[in-house]
């Protein structure tokens, strides 16, 4: 059973509008959250993340908010440019370095 | 860019042959970790280390084994390669006490 949802395949946004992508977790342990950026034929790059201490993150255009009573969190991307149009990876970490990944999120930032 | 290697980064294979994918780490960190990318799963990990022979399950470890003889290199071995494990193929890294994956460039393997 995955531990990392991520229930919107796919989402489509205007460019310099705001892109929202949401993530929900089901472990209580985990206390470390991060959203990683994948283009096609690469590596997924790792973009912002958060620690359960915390309830917002932010770097530039990304900012990362994290719910714990409602095990959810989110990538807000503002504004948003057609180079985002990426697969987003929302992850999750607890004890072990174990790190458990999300099925992602297919963003296109039309122009 | 972290010092990850993974080759091959394309192979083709027949059902029931051996595999071996190999990941080499110039960074010294302690953590290492395979995953498999497919549609719809998202990355799942397959195996990890956390040292010189330390290894453990991840989610998907069925038909899969790992070595690691030295700290920058992580082998991923299919003893007996089969259609479902055509996938990408990716190696991660950690430091100790550190916060983020690091990934390679991922392995395309095809399983005919």
């Known amino acids: 059973d995955q531990q990392v949802k991520q229930n919107s395949p796919s989402l489509s946004v205007q460019e310099g509008r705001i892109s929202i992508l949401n993530c929900d977790y089901t472990?209580?342990?985990?206390?470390?959250f991060l959203w990683y950026k994948k283009y096609p034929a690469e590596g997924p790059t790792f973009l912002i993340s958060?620690?359960?201490?915390?309830d917002k993150n932010e770097d530039g255009r990304f900012t990362v908010f994290l719910n714990k009573s409602a095990k959810h969190l989110s990538l807000h991307i503002v504004p948003s440019q057609p180079g985002d149009s990426a697969v987003y990876f929302c992850?999750?970490?607890?004890?072990?370095?174990?790190?458990?990944f999300g099925s992602g999120t297919k963003l296109n930032v039309k122009p | 860019d972290a010092g990850i290697t993974q080759s091959p980064r394309h192979k083709v294979t027949e059902t029931g042959t051996p595999v071996t994918l190999r990941c080499h780490q110039t960074?010294?960190?302690?953590?290492m970790y395979w995953y498999r990318q497919d549609p719809g799963h998202g990355l799942r990990l397959i195996h990890y280390?956390?040292?010189?022979?330390?290894?453990d399950k991840g989610e998907v470890s069925d038909g899969y084994s790992v070595s690691r003889s030295k700290t920058e290199d992580f082998l991923l071995t299919l003893e007996s390669a089969t259609s479902s494990q055509t996938s990408v193929y990716f190696c991660?890294?950690?430091?100790?006490?550190?916060?983020?994956?690091?990934f390679g460039q991922g392995t395309r393997l095809t399983v005919v």
């Open positions: 992850a999750a970490s607890g004890n072990f370095n174990k790190f458990y």
């Open positions: 472990n209580s342990m985990f206390d470390y």
């Open positions: 958060i620690s359960s201490i915390k």
């Open positions: 960074e010294n960190h302690r953590y």
């Open positions: 280390s956390y040292g010189v022979k330390d290894t």
């Open positions: 991660a890294i950690t430091a100790q006490g550190g916060t983020e994956a690091f």
